[in-house]
């Protein structure tokens, strides 16, 4: 998608912290002295850094459209194929004679404010006021006035402003499913995030407040639809009650699995019509494949993705669910290494946080922590040796400060590694391990040049995904599970990804209340 941007990024001010003594690093793009080098001026490397990656990105994108700026009417055409691409398929567009019937869910909880009897006392339709189907929200919020302005994405050479819009989210008037006749289920699949024990929790209780009575949970990702021995799990607000307490998913997780085909034929004869999927790329181009399969079975079945990435990379959104929990969780461990560098003589402390392809978390907790002086992340290469290597900095900083804490995602410098093309059951690749590479060199280097210096890694890796979700989080995926139910419950939405996107978007006012 075009120029698009993530708020928290194009709004450096309110993510850096108001005073800090760290100094950040990002390699090589700049080679600088730690001493005034602000945290700042890191975040409005890592916007430039993650413009460039989303430009470079599109450029090379082989179905990228092809714009031509000397079209008059380019911005119109520009627009109308973004409203295409961001289109909600309908149940109506496989099944003409579908008939709605008027929504089940019951907004009726809002407390009217005095002015909503000026006129004498609201109508259902007045006063409880569901989402309008064609409620659009403004996805781009900055007009960069030029290509050169901080942090700008541009469509056109000129940098002019192309309104985006994608649709709203929330419960709508009507709804194309009768309760009675839906049997939901929910999948997690993936690695593990924070929250989404949060998320099938509210999916169940709005699919209760919708009448709907059969909803089950599968078990281990998509390969519970294959194993044999492994039963569904009937799911109930009582069930669900206290699940956010603990983190992990209720239903347990998994990579790899049976073939599209496979889980659509289990899915027929278990009789599911509605299906909740929740996890990352994978699990999306999973439940693209079973939308297409259904579509092309003629089954009456809705498919709801809710994007679950711990590493917060997907640039459409402001912020994904579980994200916030990792960074906080990680100040934890960055904590430590600090307090282990700065208690010894000449430490060097070494965090390697999660991000395959991403560098959020690793610079959000290093900007949030204060206590990092270097920042590695994988959309900037940098080196370990020569006079512009990490290396040759960790020694200026032994010398200037008598210690150093280095923040590595685990994506980042995977070229200074030897590959391996292993890949995971679902065709990941499987990275080597920066962190002890960058331990392992740093312990060699300052023993060659006869340096002291007392090195200390920490990998935190599954402490930050496997615990509960923050409460900001846990608004947050109360906010997505309603949402996703809203969905399947009104249009027929087999949702692609950046339809499904939507659901988390911050900007989306949802104008129920969430029920608890
Ligand atoms: N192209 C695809 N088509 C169908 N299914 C897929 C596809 N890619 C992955 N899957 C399935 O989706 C599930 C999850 O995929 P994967 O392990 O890559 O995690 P993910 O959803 O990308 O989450 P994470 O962010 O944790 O990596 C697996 O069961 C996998 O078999
Ligand atoms: O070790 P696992 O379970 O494969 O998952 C780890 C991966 O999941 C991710 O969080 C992607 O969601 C990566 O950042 C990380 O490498
Ligand atoms: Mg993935």
Redesign the pocket.
Known sequence: MESLSRASITNPGTLSPSSSSASYFLFPRRFRRSNGFSSSSAFGNLRRIVSRCRVRAEIEKPNAPVIDFSDPEWRIKYQKDFERRFNIPHITDVFPDAKPIPSTFCLRMRTPVSEDFAGGYPSDEEWHGYINNNDRVLLKTINFASPNSAGAVCIDPDCTWVEQWVHRAGPREKIYFKPEEVKAAIVT?????PGLNDVIRQVVITLEIYGVKSIVGIPF???GFSNSDLSEMPLSRKVVQNIHLSGGSLLG?????PS?SDIVDRMQEKGINMIFVL????????A??IHEECRKRKLKVAVVGVP????NDILLMDKTFGFDTAVEEAQRAINSAYIEAHSAYHGVGIVKLMG?HSGFIAMHASLASGQIDICLIPEVPFQLHGPHGVLTHLKYLIETKGSAVVCVAEGAGQNLLQKTNAT?????MVLGDIGVHIQQETKKYFREIGVHADVKYIDPTYMIRACRANASDGILCAVLGQNAVSFPLIPLPPLKLFQIIIINCRRCPTTNVISQ
């Not at 996890?279 to 999973?286: R, S």
């Not at 995971?424 to 990941?428: C, E, H, K, L, W």
């Open positions: 699949c993936g690695g593990l995030c990702g998509y390969r997780v998994s990579r790899g699995g599209v996890g990352g790329n994978g699990t999306h181009a999973g693209n494949a679950k990435t711990i590493d395959r995971d059951a679902s065709g990941n």
